[in-house]
C-alpha cells in the first residue's frame, strides 16, 4: 500500500524571502510560489509518519562552503541557488534543499530525537550546520546536522512539560535564550548555554518567569526592535509583554521586572498562533479567524481575515518585509486549506468589519426637496465603472428625481402631482442603437397608473405609458437583445409589458422607441404583484419569461402562447393611444403618453409553484448557464429549471414545460431576508482557454485560472443567451454555479458565503423595508470589499466615501486573500462513500511537441487519466462532493450541501453512469443517500459531468427528499396514546436493501436501540417508513446486507445488523420487493432468524460476502467480518440452506435456514477501538482504527491472515472506502512518474513475510489466528529501507537481496484460470512485469488519505498456493506465469540463503 493523496490540517507555515511560502501538510512539504502570482509548484514527503510542525530555512552565510556525510554542500554562495531547509515534527528532525529550479530534494537520513521537538533555530554564526533544539521537557539540545549527532544538552531546573517554545540564537551556543510555555500557565525564560558544555549534569535555573494567563500558552513571538514579546494563550487572550532585549551577544535575558502591556481579547475560541511586526499583532485561533492588531489602536482589531471552515487556523506566517511595504500574511487550517493575503504594514485603522462600516458609513448630505424614498446606483451594469466614478440617482416623494455625480445633487426630472407621496423608481443601462454608446433609462410610477420614462441625460426625450387606472406597485426592467422591456404591475393582477429601444434622430437627440407586448396575468391571491423576472431567450418568438410575485410564488410565461387572435395583429403604435403633453409640464418638454389597448391579449402561467417562498415573497429570479435561483424572504435560495412536464394521460399534457426545484440552499441563523443571490465565477484566459490546458492548482482553484481572482456579478444583470438552444449545450451549461447570497441580517447588510460560512461583506444600515444598491455589480467583492447606498432615516448613507477607492481595497483579490488550497472539512469526516469514476483527458489526444517544457508537460500529465468522485460526510454538518485524481494527488471541491442539522454520520449511494463509449464515461448519475443527527435523512441525485473548458469534473445537486422522526411524530394520528420517539436519535448506519427504477429500499440502524426500513421515491420525492423494530434493545451501530441467488431463479435477501451489545442479529428481507409498491402505511416488521454473539462490546462495522452456489447441496456460505470496540476482528461463517420446495410464489415461500458454521477470532487486530471494515474482495477486507493503521487481511476457510500494514496520517480514523479498478498507464510505468508529494527515497508500505503460513497453521487447528508483528518476520531481522512514498516500511535483509528480482515478479496478476491480463513475451516466454490489477483505499478522519494497494491478485495466488510448494523448500514465491496453452506454470524461486548474487532456479510442476 501506498499514498496517492493526502488531504490533513496545515500544521506548519513559513515564508522564504517573500518569494516562497512553506507549508507542512502531515508529512509532506509543500512549496507555494509567490511570483508572479501564487501558485503551488513542489511537494516531497519527508518525515515519513510524523507531522511537520515547522521548517526553518537557514541564513545566508559566508565561509568555506561544508559538506555533509553524503557530499553535498550545506553553505549559501553568494547568489543562492538553494536554500537549506531544517524541518522538524514529533520526535524527527530531517534536513532538506529546495533548489531555485523548485526541486526539493533530501540531504541527510531521519534524526531520530528521545522528546518532542517545538522549535528549531540555525546558529548564524558557526561554520558548521549546527542546529539548536528545543524539546517538550523544557531541554535544548545543539545538533550537529552533518553528522546526526547532538553536541551538548541542557535541561532547565524547572523540568516541566512546555506547550510551546521560542528559541532565541546568536552566533554561538552561549548566546541562545529560551522562552517556555509551560502547563502551568507561565512563560519561563532561561539560557541552555549558560554552563559549561563539559558538564552535563548542568541544569540552568529560571531567569524571569512572566504570569498573567489562566490558561497553557500555545505560541509565542518576539519583536527584537520593540523589546517586545507575544504570547497567545488556551485563555483566548493575546498578551504582549515588555521584556527588552533578549539574546543577542552574550544572550541577554531583558528587564529584571518585564511588564504585560497589553492584554489582547477578540478571539471567540482559543487562540493557537502569534506573530509581531512592527506595526502589527497578528493573531489566529481555533474560531478560524486571523485577527491584525494595530500597536498604536491599544486593544483593537484592525482587521480580520477569514476563509477557513471549521475547525479553525493552525499554523501563520508572515513575511518579514521592509518599512511600511505590504506583508504577505498566510494561514494553514485544520480542513487542510491554505489562504494568503497582502497586508499594508501603514494600513488605516479598521475594525472588524461590522466596526469598521459602523463608523466609517457616510452622509451624501442630499439636499433636495422632499423626503428620499428610492435610491439606485446608475450605471452598474458597467463592468469597467469603478467606485469613484459610481452615480446615484435618488426619487423623493415629491416625486422629484435627483442624481449624485462628482460630490454634487442635480434635479433632473420632476413630476406632476399625480408622482407626489407616492412613486416606485427603477433604472437600467441600455446601448443605443447603432452606437457604442450608453444611456440610463430611468421609470417613474405613480398611484394612478402612469409610468414616466425618459434618459437621465436627456430627461425632456421622455414618454409617457399608461398601465392601467390602478396603483403601479412594481416596476422591473429586463435586458433583451438591443433593447430593453419594461414590466409595470397595475391592479387587478395584471402585469403590462413595453419594448424599449434608444435611437439618434438627425439632430443627434434620443428618441425612445416603444413596442406593447400582451400582458401577464397573475393567478388570483391577496398580494398579487410581480417582485422579480427574468427572460430565457430560448427562440425569438417564443421566449419564456420566469417571475416571482409577493405572496411568494414562481410562475413561468411562455411568449406567444395562446395568442391565435393576434397572430396576424401586429403590435405597432396603431394600438397605443398619444396625446401630446403641453409645454410648461416636465420641464416644458414634448412627450407621447401611451396607454394599453383593452382588447390586448393576456398570457396565463404555464406552470406555478404557489407560495414556494412563504407568504413575504419572492425578491429575486436570476437565470445563469441554463439554472434559475430565487431568493425569498424566507431564508432560502431555490434553485431550478424549465423542464417539459411529465406525460399525462391526456394528449394536452404533451409540450408544455413547468417549473422543478432542484434544491434548497439556506443561508445562516438569522439570515432570513434575502435579497439577490451572486454568483461567483472564476476567470479563465482566453489562451488557456484555446489551448484545453489547465493550471495544476489545488483543489477547487486547480482550473484554467490564470487569475486566481473571483469575479462577483450582480445576479439580475448578466444574461446568458441561447441557454436553451440545444441539449448538449444545455447538458454542459446546467451546472450550478458558487453562489453568495446577499440579504439582511437583523440590522445588518450581509453578504454570506454559504460553503465556506463567511461574511463577506457586513454593513449596519438598519435592516429590511429600506432601499439599497449594491457595488460593484461585476467586480471581486471579498472580505469587507464592497460598497452599500442605502436610505436610513430621510437619509442617503454609503458604506464608503462616493468619489474615491476604498483606500484599502487594492487590486481585486488581494482583501480577500488567495486560496491555494481549498479546505475540505474542517471538523472530523464520519463517513465517506465512493461514487465512480469520470474520464479525464488521455495524452494520445493531446498533440505535443518539442517545445514543451517540463512544466507544461508536468500539468498535462497531471490532467492524465480519471478522476475518482466521492462524497464525505462530516461533523460540521455538510456533505462535500469531491473528484480526486490519483496520479496527480490534486483534488477539486465539486459541491458543498449543507442541508443536514446535526453531524452526518453515514451515506449510501446508488450510481449509475451515462452516456456510455468505449472510452471512460463522461456522466455519472448518482442517487445519494445521507443520515445523521436528529433523525434526518436527506436523499439527492447528483449529477457528475465533465466541464470541456476546465477540464474538471462538475456537479449538480437536485434534491429528492428529505425525513425528520420528530415531523412524522407531529403527523400521527392519536399520538398522545404512544410514547413519544426521542428527539435526539442518531441515524448510525444505512444500507441499500433493493432497488428499481422509481423507488429504493433503505435499512437504518439507530441510536434508540431500533431499525426501520424507509422507502425513496424519487418521482414522488417522498421518504416514507415502512416498518421499525426494536429488537436490540440497545443502540444499534451497524447494518449490511447480501444478495443470494439459489440457481433456481429464487432471490434471497439477508440483513445484518450489529449492536453495542456485540451481537449480530441476521434478518430476511426476501419480501422486501413487494414493499415498494406497497402503500406508505407501516407494515409488521420481521423477525430475526439468527443471532450471532460476536464481539465483547459494540460492533461498529460489518463486511458481508456469499461464495458461489455449489459448495454444497442447496445451499451456500455467507461470511461476515465483524470489527468492534475491543479492537477485535471476527469473521462468523454462516451455512444458509435454501428451501427445497422449488419455484414458488413470493407469497409462499418458506425463508432459508440459517445455522453458524465456524467463527474466527483475531483478538488484537488494532490496539483501538476498530472503526471501519470494508470489503475489497471476496476473502480480501480492509481495516482501520483511531490508532491509524490501515490493514489488509486475508479471510479464507482455514482462518485470518494478515497481509499489510500502512501507518496512516490521517488521525481518529472512522470512514472507509474501497475499490478496484485496473491501473492506468502512468500507474504501470510508476518507475517514470512519480506523484508530485512523494519522496523517491522512501518505502510506503509494510511486509510481514512468514506471518501468513503460521496464521492459517493456527487457524485451521484452534478456530482462532493471531496476528504476528513486524518484528517477528522471518528470514532476517528487519531494516528500514528507503521507498517512494514515505510511509513507514519494515524489510527484512532477504528481502533486500532478491528485491530487484521480485520487482517484476511481484506484480504478475493471475486468476483462478490460470490466465492473465498481461502479454507473454514472445522471447522469454514471461509475462510483462507491468501488470494492470490494483486496488484503492481511502480512509477518512481528521482529513483524507487516498491508498494505492497493488496487484491484490498476485497477492490472493500467493496465498492459496504458498503451502503447495512448501515441501519444496523455497521460502517465497517471486514470479508465476501461467503458459496458457500447456498449463505448466513457470516458477523463479529464490534460495533460502543470503548471497551475494541471486540464484535462480526453474521447477516444472503438472497441475493435478
Known sequence: METAVLVAPVTALEFLQDEFLLAGEGPILKVYSLQPRPKP???????????????????????????????????????????????FG???????????????????PLLQLQDWALDARWLSGDKQSLLCVAVAHNSALLLDLVTGTPVVQCSCLEGCLLYSVLLLVHESWADTVLVGGTVFN???????????????????????????????????????????????????????????????????????????????YGHQARVFSVSLTSGKVFS?????????????????????????????????????????????????????????????ENEERKEKIEEAAREKLTDVKFLGKGMPKVVRIAGEEDENASWSQSRFVVCTDQGIVYQYSNGQWEMIWEGTPEFQSYCVMETVSISVKNSTAKVLLCAVGNLSGSIQVFPVSQPQCGILLTGGSGKIHSLI?????????????????????????????????????????????????????????????????????????????????????????????????????????????????????????????????????????GKQGVTSVYEYQGLLYSTGRDGCVRVFRVDPALPGKTVENKGLLQLEVLRVQRACKGLEWLERVLILKPEIPEKEEKEGVSEDCENHHKTVELDLTKKLEFTQEEKEEDSFSGEEEETEKSLEARFVIAGFQAVHFVVWDPVKRERLLTVPCGGGHRSWGLWPSYKGVWSGYGALVFIKQGTVLSSQPPGEEPSWAGKAGLTGGWDLREGVHGRGIGCVCRLGKIGGTDLDDIQTTGSMTATEGTEMESKEGHWEIVVTGGEDTSLTVLAVHPNSGSIKVLSVITDHISGVRTVAAVTCPEGGSKKQSQTLSVLLASAGGRAQIQCYRLLIGWDRRSLVPSCQVIQVASHRLDEQWERRRNRHKLVKMDPETRYMSVELVEENSNCVLLALACSDGAIRLFSVNEVRRQIDLLWETFHHQRCVLSVATCRLDDGKGNRYKL?????????????????????????????????????IPAHQSGVNSLAVWAEKVGQQKGGCLVTVASGGDDGQLTVSVITVQFPDDGKTSPQSRNQPQLHLQSQSHMPLAHAAPLTALKLLSPGLVVSTSSDQRV????????????????????????????????????????????????????????????????????????????????????????????????????KTTDEKVAEK????????????????????????????????????????GQGFQLLRVRNTDADVWTEERKKRFACLGFSGICIINFCQTEKIPTIYERCGQRLSGISLHLVLIKEK
Open 41 to 87: 509548484c513542489a511537494s516531497l514527503s519527508v518525515l515519513q509518519h510524523s507531522r511537520i510542525h515547522g521548517v526553518r530555512p537557514r541564513r545566508q552565510a559566508g565561509g568555506p562552503a561544508q559538506t555533509s556525510a553524503a557530499g553535498h554542500e550545506l553553505s549559501f554562495i553568494k547568489e543562492p541557488s538553494f536554500y537549506d531547509l531544517a524541518v
Open 90 to 108: 514529533g520526535k524527527v528532525v530531517r534536513l532538506v534543499r529546495l533548489h531555485v529550479d523548485l526541486r526539493l530534494e533530501i540531504l541527510g
Open 186 to 264: 507561565q512563560l519561563v525564560l532561561w539560557k541552555p548555554g549558560g554552563g559549561e558544555q563539559t558538564d552535563h549534569e548542568y541544569k540552568a535555573p529560571v531567569e524571569r518567569r512572566l504570569l498573567g494567563h489562566s490558561g497553557v500558552i500555545f505560541s509565542i513571538a518576539y519583536l527584537q526592535e520593540k523589546g517586545c514579546l507575544a504570547s497567545a494563550s488556551d485563555d483566548r487572550s493575546v498578551r504582549v509583554w515588555g521584556v527588552g532585549v533578549l539574546g543577542g551577544p552574550g544572550g541577554k535575558c531583558g528587564d529584571l521586572n518585564p511588564a504585560c502591556l497589553r492584554v489582547l
Open 284 to 344: 489566529a485561533g481555533e474560531d478560524g479567524a486571523c485577527l491584525v492588531w494595530d500597536w498604536a489602536a491599544g486593544e483593537k482589531v484592525v482587521r480580520t481575515l477569514k476563509g477557513h471552515r471549521a475547525g479553525g487556523v493552525r499554523a501563520l506566517a508572515v513575511s518579514k518585509g521592509s518599512g511600511n511595504e505590504e506583508r504577505w500574511v498566510a494561514t494553514g487550517g485544520a480542513d487542510g486549506g491554505v489562504r494568503l493575503w497582502r497586508v499594508k
Open 477 to 613: 426592467w429586463q435586458e433583451r437583445k438591443g433593447s430593453v422591456c419594461l414590466l409595470a404591475s397595475g391592479a387587478e393582477g395584471l402585469v403590462y409589458r413595453w419594448r424599449i429601444e434608444v435611437k439618434l434622430n438627425e439632430n443627434y437627440s434620443l428618441v425612445l422607441s416603444v413596442n406593447l407586448l400582451s400582458s401577464f396575468l397573475l393567478p388570483p391571491c391577496a398580494k398579487r404583484w410581480l417582485t422579480a423576472a427574468v427572460c430565457l431567450q430560448s427562440r425569438p418568438e417564443k421566449d419564456l419569461w420566469v417571475c416571482g410575485d409577493r405572496r411568494g410564488s414562481l410562475l413561468l410565461f411562455q411568449e406567444g402562447r395562446e395568442q391565435k387572435k393576434g397572430s396576424d395583429l401586429e403590435v405597432n403604435k396603431g394600438l397605443l393611444t398619444g396625446t401630446e403633453q403641453t409645454k410648461g409640464k416636465e420641464n416644458g418638454s414634448d412627450g407621447d403618453e401611451k396607454s394599453c389597448s383593452k382588447d390586448d391579449l393576456k398570457l396565463q402561467p404555464l406552470s406555478c409553484l404557489f407560495g414556494v417562498h
Open 1055 to 1091: 440483513l445484518f445488523s450489529a449492536a453495542t451489545d456485540g451481537k449480530i442479529a441476521v434478518w430476511d428481507l426476501s419480501e422486501a420487493s413487494s414493499l415498494i409498491d406497497a402503500s406508505s402505511e407501516a407494515t409488521a416488521p420481521p423477525i430475526p432468524c439468527l443471532s
Open 1191 to 1290: 490493514c489488509l487481511w486475508r479471510i479464507c476457510t482455514t482462518g485470518i491472515s494478515h497481509r499489510g500494514t500502512l501507518c496512516s496520517h490521517v488521525a481518529d480514523a472512522a470512514g472507509l472506502a474501497v475499490w478496484e479498478g485496473q491501473m492506468t498507464a502512468e500507474e504501470k510505468g510508476d518507475k517514470n512518474t512519480k506523484m508530485r508529494f512523494e519522496s523517491k527515497q522512501e518505502i510506503a508500505f509494510w511486509r510481514d513475510k512468514g506471518s501468513h503460513t503460521e496464521s492459517e497453521k493456527q487457524g485451521s487447528t484452534g478456530g482462532r489466528s493471531s496476528k504476528k508483528t513486524s518484528d517477528e518476520a522471518v528470514g532476517g531481522e528487519p531494516v528500514e529501507a528507503v521507498s517512494e512514498t514515505g510511509d513507514p516500511v519494515c
Open 1301 to 1340: 528480482a521480485l520487482e517484476c515478479g511481484n506484480q504478475t496478476v493471475t486468476d483462478g484460470m490460470g490466465q492473465t491480463e498481461s502479454e507473454v513475451n514472445p522471447q522469454t516466454g514471461l509475462k510483462d512485469c507491468e501488470s494492470q490489477k490494483t486496488a484503492w483505499v481511502l480512509v477518512c
